[in-house]
């Protein structure tokens, strides 16, 4: 039985705030069929991105992450769906844009990796943590979207 109930962080990015392309990113995964269980605006903290980013402690790129996360407004979002982890990952498009396809948010929207847009967990168990972060459980709504999603 396919689990309809999985579900992903997405985040537009402060970059992806400022371009003006929140409306787009949700746009894309709304067409897709996929379901959006909470959202909100953020001013990120350091704290919150360490967490966030954990997995990246002691890169070279790590301070930037967390310098920049935290600059300005980021859009955080919990979609829901069959697959949805996978297919996030492939509605955003390789990490580096210059490497991602057109036709993905990073593809059509970024040139450079330290801008590249928007986040999306690579794991069910990042997926878990991610949310933690950004969302109390009771955020995290139920609903039924008519229509999507009845064919697994
Ligand atoms: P994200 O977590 O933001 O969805 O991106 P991702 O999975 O595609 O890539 P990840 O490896 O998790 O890296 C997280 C973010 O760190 C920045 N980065 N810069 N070599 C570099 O300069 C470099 N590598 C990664 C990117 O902004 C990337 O999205
Ligand atoms: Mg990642």
Request: aromatic share 8%.
């Amino acid at each position: 039985m396919a689990n309809t109930r999985e579900h992903t962080f997405i985040m537009v990015k402060h970059d992806g705030v400022q371009r003006g392309l929140i409306g787009e990113i949700i746009r894309r995964f709304e067409n897709r069929g996929f379901k959006l269980v909470a959202i909100k605006s953020v001013q990120a903290t350091r704290a919150q991105l360490e967490v966030h980013y954990e997995d990246h402690k002691g890169k070279n790129y790590f301070e930037s992450l967390l310098g920049y996360g935290s600059s300005g407004p980021a859009i955080a979002m919990v979609w829901e769906g069959h697959g949805v982890i996978t297919a996030g990952r492939s509605i955003l498009g390789a990490t580096d844009p210059i490497k991602a396809q057109p036709g993905t948010i990073r593809g059509d929207y970024a040139t450079a990796i330290g801008r590249n847009v928007v986040h999306g967990s690579d794991s069910e168990k990042a997926a878990k943590r991610e949310i933690d972060v950004w969302f109390k459980p009771e955020e995290i709504l139920t609903w039924h979207r008519a229509g999507a999603q009845h064919l697994h």
